[in-house]
C-alpha cells in the first residue's frame, strides 16, 4: 500500500487529489497511511464491501474530470498519469483509458494490455505472461482495460452507475467496460503509461474464492450483456472451454497447468458452485439487462454485437493462455 501511495505522489503530472478507500483491513495499514501521507483522503469502511463497492465509494468522493484507479497492490511508473492524461487529451470519444501492466517490470513480463473476452463470457488481459517486445505499442484502443490500474471519465462513471457491487470482485471491470462501449465510448490505450501489479494479493492468484468469483461473474456478464442466444448456449459453450482448458493444462500450457495438483479438487468445487450460483443468480441480472436501454441508449444491442466481433478471442486461444 505505502509503495502504491508513494508512486502516485512522484508523479510527474500531480493529481489533484488522491484517495484511498479502506476496506475494512485489520493490519493497521490504515494507522500507517494516516501517518505517513497526511495528505491523502483516507476513507476508512466499517466492513469489506468489496472491489467495485469501495471503488464506488472513491469516485462520489472525488472531484475532476477523470477518475484514475489504482490498486493497493499496484506501483505506477513515474509518467503514468501524464501519459493517461495525454491520450484523454487527444480522444475525446474515450472514456476509458487504458495502460500497460506488467508482472515483472524489469524482465518486461506483461500482465495485461486491455481485455479480450471468450463467446461463453469469460474475460482475460491480452498478453498476459508473454514478453514485452513493442507487439502492443500500436495499439490505439483497446476493448476495456483493466480494473487495476485506469482512467475513467468520472460523469460517464457516475451516470453509468459505477461498478456493480453484486460482483463483489472480479469481472466487475469488464462489466463496467462493457456498460461504457455499449454506451458508444471508445477505450484508447497509453502504451507508454505502465504500472507493476503485482498479482492478487487479495486472494491468491488461482484460490478457490477467486476462481469462485470468476466464474459466477462470468455467468452475470453473459447473462446481463450478451445475445439471447449464447445465453441459451451459454451452459455447453462453458463445458467445451472446461474441457479444451483442462487438456491444454495437462500439456502444460494455459491457466490449468498453473493451478497446483493439490488444490485441483477443491478448484473443481467452487468452480461446479460458481455455476450453481451464477444461474441461480440469472434472474437479477436480466432485470439489469432490461434497463440497459435508459443508460446506455436503445442502440446497446447492436453496439455488443460489434464488440464481441472486435474483442472476441477463441475458446482454443483462451484455454491455451494465448490471449494477444
Known amino acids: ?34 501517518a505517513a501521507f497526511p495528505e491523502v483522503k483516507l476513507i476508512r469502511l466499517p466492513e469489506n464491501v468489496g472491489f467495485g463497492a469501495g471503488v464506488n465509494r472513491g469516485a462520489a468522493a472525488a472531484a475532476g474530470e477523470w477518475l484514475a484507479l489504482l490498486n493497493n497492490d499496484a506501483i505506477a511508473d513515474r509518467e503514468w498519469l501524464e501519459r493517461l492524461l495525454d491520450v484523454a487529451t487527444a480522444r475525446p470519444d474515450a472514456g476509458m ?37 513493442g507487439q502492443y505499442d500500436h495499439l490505439a484502443e483497446v476493448a476495456w482495460p483493466d480494473g487495476c490500474a485506469a482512467l475513467w471519465r468520472r460523469d460517464a462513471f457516475l451516470h453509468l452507475g459505477g461498478i456493480d457491487e453484486e460482483f463483489f470482485a472480479y469481472a466487475d471491470d469488464a462489466d463496467l467496460g462493457i456498460r461504457f462501449r455499449i454506451a458508444g465510448w471508445r477505450c484508447a490505450l497509453a502504451p507508454r503509461a505502465v504500472v507493476e501489479h503485482r498479482h492478487s494479493q487479495s486472494l491468491g492468484a488461482y484460490s478457490p474464492r477467486k476462481l ?44 490449468w497447468s498453473q493451478v497446483q495438483s493439490g488444490n485441483r479438487l477443491q478448484v473443481l468445487r467452487a468452480i461446479l458452485s460458481a455455476q450453481v450460483a451464477g444461474w441461480l443468480g440469472a434472474a437479477r441480472q436480466l432485470r439489469k439487462r432490461a434497463r440497459l436501454g ?13 464488440l464481441l466481433r472486435e474483442s472476441r478471442v477463441s475458446i482454443a486461444d483462451f484455454a491455451r493462455g494465448r490471449i494477444e
Open 294 to 306: 435508459q443508460t446506455c441508449g436503445d442502440e446497446w444491442p447492436q453496439r455488443m454485437h460489434h
Open 212 to 255: 469462485f468469483l470468476v466464474e459466477r461473474n462470468r455467468i452475470w456478464l453473459t447473462t446481463i450483456y450478451f445475445p439471447l442466444h449464447l445465453v441459451v448456449l451459454n451452459p455447453l459453450l462453458w463445458l467445451w472451454r472446461a474441457l479444451r482448458t483442462v487438456f491444454a493444462g495437462s500439456g502444460g500450457e494455459g491457466p
Open 1 to 34: 500500500m505505502l509503495a502504491c501511495i508513494d508512486s502516485l505522489r512522484a508523479q510527474t503530472e500531480a493529481a489533484a487529489e488522491i484517495i484511498v478507500v479502506d476496506n475494512a483491513s485489520h493490519d493497521g495499514s490504515d494507522a500507517r497511511l494516516a
Open 97 to 133: 483509458i487504458a495502460c500497460k501492466i506488467y508482472l515483472d517490470r524489469e524482465r518486461r513480463v506483461l500482465d495485461k494490455v486491455g481485455h479480450r473476452i471468450t463467446v461463453d463470457g469469460q474475460n482475460f488481459g491480452r498478453g498476459h505472461r508473454t514478453i514485452d517486445t
